[in-house]
Nanobody, 119 residues
């Protein structure tokens, strides 16, 4: 069983920064990619960013966070991070970590960490 544990959420003023972390544990054959999604109150979950673990492909970002958020990884620790700068009130959401693994493309989710941006 694969477990994902997020951390780093909290309350921050608009314009501030936060760094989210997500560590994967359990039996993982190989990580294809990890990423972040978020769900604001009353809205559907939306994709934020993804980073490949093996292919070396560049990270991808949703337009709403491009230039403000940076995703990074630590292959040795099976971990992914999200550096969030210039936060806006509309970034308020529960942020979920996501992992896609080989060989069958199984997807796993963390329980989420709440980010609240006050204006």
């Amino acid at each position: 069983q694969v477990q994902l544990v997020e951390s780093g959420g909290g309350l921050v003023q608009a314009g501030g920064s936060l760094r989210l972390s997500c560590a994967a544990s359990g039996i993982i054959f190989r990580i294809n990619a990890m990423g972040w999604y978020r769900q604001a109150p009353g809205k559907q979950r939306e994709w934020v960013a993804t980073i490949a673990f093996a292919s070396g492909a560049p990270a991808n970002y949703a337009d709403s966070v491009k230039g403000r958020f940076t995703i990074s990884r630590d292959n040795a620790k099976n971990s992914v991070y999200l550096q969030m700068n210039s936060l806006k009130s509309e970034d308020t959401a529960v942020y979920y970590c996501n992992l896609n693994s080989a060989p069958y493309g199984a997807t796993y989710w963390g329980k989420g960490t709440l980010v609240t941006v006050s204006s």
